[in-house]
T-cell receptor, first 115, second 115 residues
Framework: AQTVTQSQPEMSVQEAETVTLSCTYDTSESNYYLFWYKQPPSRQMILVIRQEAYKQQNATENRFSVNFQKAAKSFSLKISDSQLGDTAMYFCAFMKPRTGNQFYFGTGTSLTVIP | DADVTQTPRNRITKTGKRIMLECSQTKGHDRMYWYRQDPGLGLRLIYYSFDVKDINKGEISDGYSVSRQAQAKFSLSLESAIPNQTALYFC????FGPGNYNEQFFGPGTRLTVL
């Protein structure tokens, strides 16, 4: 089974500052996908950003970007200019196509943005 | 209208009762999934289905069963509910193939409490 580790159960950041959430994973596959999902208090799971392992360029989506280090099996999420609406639980997820889109989730990082 | 819907949104039941959670989707995806979320454990896969005739066990299928009534409908049943099945349950769908990102789209979740 694949494992996904998020070593920071809780984090906080001042509004407008930058924060980085860490994620590592374990796999022997060469082709896979990585995702960050956000779960605000409404409990809806919202896709934040995705990365294909075969792409060396780090994905970016507005204020969200990733640092994908394939050799180190690391996939961290950077949130720039943090906003109060970024307060949420963040989950890192791993998927390999050969398992029919089966996702393996980390245990989550609870992020609080402080006004 | 939401693409993935779950009913009920909240449910309280008693130990030993049979309960069914329902999921419907309008995204036209073949693949559907059931997860449970527990604090500190992230999301764990219960069952997944590639199409109406293809159903597979996930990581934690004991005590659960599923039914794929149609491409758009995937139900999760607890035959005899027990308190440690108290959790937040998510249904998700995905499309698969070249040219798409293989992300999963989640329903709003069902909060189940077993007394």
């Amino acid at each position: 089974a694949q494992t996904v580790t998020q070593s920071q159960p809780e984090m906080s950041v001042q509004e407008a500052e930058t924060v980085t959430l860490s994620c590592t994973y374990d796999t022997s596959e060469s082709n896979y996908y990585l995702f960050w999902y956000k779960q605000p208090p409404s409990r809806q799971m919202i896709l934040v950003i995705r990365q294909e392992a075969y792409k060396q360029q780090n994905a970016t989506e507005n204020r969200f970007s990733v640092n994908f280090q394939k050799a180190a099996k690391s996939f961290s999420l950077k949130i720039s200019d943090s906003q109060l609406g970024d307060t949420a639980m963040y989950f890192c997820a791993f998927m390999k196509p050969r398992t029919g889109n089966q996702f393996y989730f980390g245990t989550g990082t609870s992020l609080t943005v402080i006004p | 209208d939401a693409d993935v819907t779950q009913t009920p949104r909240n449910r309280i039941t008693k130990t030993g009762k049979r309960i069914m959670l329902e999921c419907s989707q309008t995204k036209g995806h073949d693949r559907m999934y059931w997860y449970r979320q527990d604090p500190g454990l992230g999301l764990r896969l219960i069952y997944y289905s590639f199409d109406v005739k293809d159903i597979n066990k996930g990581e934690i299928s004991d005590g659960y069963s599923v039914s794929r009534q149609a491409q758009a409908k995937f139900s999760l049943s607890l035959e005899s509910a027990i308190p440690n099945q108290t959790a937040l349950y998510f249904c998700a769908t995905s499309d698969f193939g070249p040219g798409n990102y293989n992300e999963q789209f989640f329903g709003p979740g069902t909060r189940l409490t077993v007394l």
